[in-house]
């Protein structure tokens, strides 16, 4: 099996977001399953019919042995003690982290807070609030392949310095590298509703000083979500329902010690998770969803994480990460899909029969999830730190059935911790689906291109289920579209936080979610997405207006500094960036070894090559040359040569002894004496016919309409693209969203965890 076999030959973003961020050593798609499923032929049977799908840090990491890199996405530090040797080690475990990989979490609840008398030179500490800025510098210095790590820095309300904390990030240049969030109790935001004082105390044990301030609760809330509205942070973490719903709600020897950068997954010190998703939407069949294909692979994925847990235990890059890991055993399997599932079965994403069908699969998910952590326990044992006291817990008797809860206390459990929902930004995309349980963001959107002219060009796009259901039934105009076509600016706040609370339910981590609010939104629409989401159980959620101040800081100095070069003009050695607008053109040739398929994209204003894929078909040293070949022929292309030039060289090589065979015995060779003298050939024939469809007049854009590797392309206004009111992504220029926590480009890929 090939990538575009995989993901369709259309899906030419999918295949780029593969070939750039899962794809290592040239391996074939074939190999690289074989990496990422351990063999498993399940797991690859279920990542084939894309069923399942492991989380990134594994897609790109499992089975590479030349470096030192990380299967978890995600980690929790240690929380720092009160002294300058803790709060600095925390740093370096914070960079050993990133350096294999893992974003980080780290709660900054057990430092003093500003004006604490110290024994030293300072007579005063500075406050948890001032090393903020040093975590994330470490953040934005260590590198990994290309792209930063991610930090969640989190405190507790009973801290005093908690309204400094709240204000951390009201500057574009305060914490830049962080997501930051207020760890809130049940009593907070009782006192909230009940417009108490609250009081914020904390007492140093090195010299028993006790810092206490008060504040109106209401007061306290009102600015957190005031900062939310306007700077896109705080966020919210509701720590008694993180502690007190879960596994482990009575084992007195377990902490959680912070979250995750996106906040779905709580850890306790030391702790990581590894993540996988399954796709919801395909097992959607004739508008009804198959339980039993479901369950199976529940417990597919749940026996999976196990092996990729034991295998890459060694991997972690802190000891006491290690020692976590083998005590607990976090494991972190979620969903995607949701709102294409939805759509699937003629359900509106805001509707009772959605969330009820919801509540019906979240219950199989954690069900299955924990009998097969209980089967797998009495084949190799419960975690370290197992106590019966798990089957005391709320949420096993609220998601198990009897056989499941006999298994568990016959076997007890082989992880602590099971099901998450995370931020499926980048896998999603690839496959062309919905993130998590987000709604999809919108039915279309608007992609940029950077014409070879130098004017930009805007070209609407559908979200590949509206493409998908528009092409079946002969719609033409968006408006047409049934209501259960839901998106996320047509559903209301209050149903997103209900569909939230349903399956947080069924979740025993967290769940990573964003509602995103229009500008118009006001503060009070924050607040009362931040109670309701309380009183519905949520962890945590994530809110997001458009327009606030923190879209202006979301694109990185990269954009700038392209900008910048693009002012300048190409020079020697400079390579032309492809747009997403191209026009392709497909030839299949016939050589000495058999079929090759060659595909050419072309500018849609000037005819000129910009890029072509060669693909045999196989394995070997031929098909790798072709590889190398198509990559150098576009590079060529992309850095001015003419195709004329191009193509006079492949015509100059010499003839190949299986090509001369071929046409010797079987005369069906393409013209030519060997593979590049074909391939030469080919291109000159699929440009003149550019050239000519463009003399003649014919509209490019019309074309790109009519060819299905456009995605349902049209032009719109450049001057006025319709869904032009955000930051735009850093490499090509399109708008971003925020979507389950991160920052993610539907046009390139590119993403961004906060």
């Known amino acids: 099996m090939t990538v575009d076999q995989w993901l369709g030959k259309d899906n030419l973003l999918g295949i780029d977001i593969w070939m750039r961020k899962y794809r290592k050593n040239e391996e074939s798609f074939d190999e690289w399953l074989d990496r990422v499923s351990g063999n498993n032929e399940a797991i690859k049977e279920l990542i084939i019919e894309k069923k399942f799908i492991p989380g990134g840090r594994i897609l790109s990491n499992r089975g590479i042995t030349d470096t030192r890199v990380t299967y978890s996405n995600c980690y929790v530090i240690t929380p720092p003690e009160d002294n300058i040797e803790s709060i600095f080690e925390s740093r370096k475990k914070l960079a050993r982290t990133y350096s294999y990989g893992g974003g980080c979490g780290i709660d900054l609840s057990k430092l003093a807070p500003a004006g ?63 997501n930051i969030s207020v760890r809130v109790t049940d009593d907070f935001m009782e006192a909230v509703i009940n417009d108490k004082d609250w009081i914020m105390s904390f007492t140093r044990p090195e010299t028993n000083e006790t810092i206490t301030k008060t504040a109106r609760a209401r007061e306290i809330f009102e600015k957190l979500c005031k900062n939310n509205w306007d700077w896109g942070e705080p966020g919210i973490l509701f720590w008694d329902t993180i502690s007190n719903y879960n596994l482990l709600e009575f084992d007195d020897t377990f902490e959680y010690a912070g979250v995750n950068p996106c906040a ?123 106590k019966s006291c798990v089957q005391k817990s709320e949420f096993l008797k609220n998601n198990t059935c009897e056989s499941t809860r006999e298994a568990i206390e016959a076997y007890g459990l082989r992880n602590s911790q099971l099901l998450t929902i995370a931020p499926t930004g980048t896998i999603s995309t690839m496959l062309g689906i919905s993130g998590g349980i987000e709604p999809i963001f ?76 229009p500008e118009e939104a006001t503060i009070k629409d924050v607040e009362e997405i931040y ?176 060819n299905s590797q456009t995605l349902g392309s049209e032009s719109i206004p450049s001057s006025n693209p319709e869904t032009d009111n955000g930051a735009k992504c850093p490499e090509c220029g399109s708008e971003l969203i925020q979507e389950g926590g991160c920052v993610i480009c539907k046009s390139c890929g590119w993403s961004r965890c906060g």
């Open 116 to 178: 604490a008398k110290v024994h030293n030179q300072a007579e005063q500490t500075t406050g948890a609030v001032s090393f903020m800025q040093g975590y994330s510098q470490t953040t934005e210095e260590i590198g990994q392949a290309g792209r930063r790590g991610a930090l969640m820095i989190s405190l507790d309300c009973h801290h005093p310095d908690l309204l400094d904390f709240i204000d951390a990030k009201t500057s574009p240049d305060a914490v830049t590298k962080a």
């Open 264 to 386: 779905e997954e709580p850890l306790p010190a030391g702790g990581s998770c590894l993540l996988s998703s399954i796709n919801l939407s395909a097992f959607v069949k004739d508008k009804e969803f198959d339980f039993d294909d479901f369950s199976e692979t529940v417990a597919n994925g749940v026996i999976y994480l196990n092996e990729v847990l034991e295998e890459g235990l060694s991997l972690h890059p802190l000891e006491e990460q290690r020692k976590s890991v083998a005590d607990w055993r976090q494991i972190g399997l979620g969903i995607m899909g949701l709102a294409d599932m939805l759509i699937k079965m003629e359900l509106p994403y805001d509707s009772e029969q959605a969330r009820q069908l919801c509540e019906e699969i979240g219950l199989v998910m954690a069900d299955q999830a924990l009998y097969t952590s209980a089967f797998l326990a009495g084949h190799a044992d419960s975690y370290n730190n197992y």
């Open 442 to 517: 919108a039915n279309s959107y608007t992609r940029k291109t950077e014409s070879l002219h130098g004017h930009d060009e805007y070209y609407k796009v559908y979200t590949p289920i509206v493409k998908e259901y528009m092409d079946e039934h002969g719609i033409k105009d968006e408006t047409e579209l049934p209501n259960w076509f839901c998106t996320s600016s047509t559903i209301s706040p209050l149903n997103r936080v209900l569909m939230q609370g349903v399956w947080q339910k069924h979740i025993d981590a967290s769940i990573s979610s964003t509602v995103n609010l």
């Open 531 to 706: 109670l309701n989401a309380w009183k519905e159980g949520l962890k945590g959620i994530t809110v997001f207006r458009n327009g606030c101040k923190r879209l202006g800081i979301l694109t990185t100095n990269n954009s700038q500094e392209k900008e910048e070069e693009e002012e300048k003009g190409l020079s020697r050695g400079e390579i032309i960036s492809c747009s997403d607008n191209l026009i392709g053109m497909k030839r299949r040739l016939t050589t000495g070894c058999g079929s090759l398929h060659c595909t050419a994209w072309f500018d849609p204003h000037t005819g000129d090559l910009m890029e072509i894929y060669l693909n045999k078909g196989s394995t070997g040293g031929c098909a790798n040359f072709m590889v190398g070949l198509s990559r150098m022929i576009s590079l060529a292309c992309r850095g001015g040569v003419k195709i004329e030039d191009i193509a006079d060289q492949l015509q100059s090589t010499g003839a190949c002894p299986s090509y001369a065979s071929r046409t010797a015995t079987k005369h069906d060779t393409s013209k030519g004496a060997c593979c590049p003298m074909a391939v030469g050939n080919a291109l000159m024939e699929m440009w003149k016919e550019m050239k000519e469809r463009i003399e003649k007049g014919n509209s490019i854009i019309a074309l790109a309409n009519s």
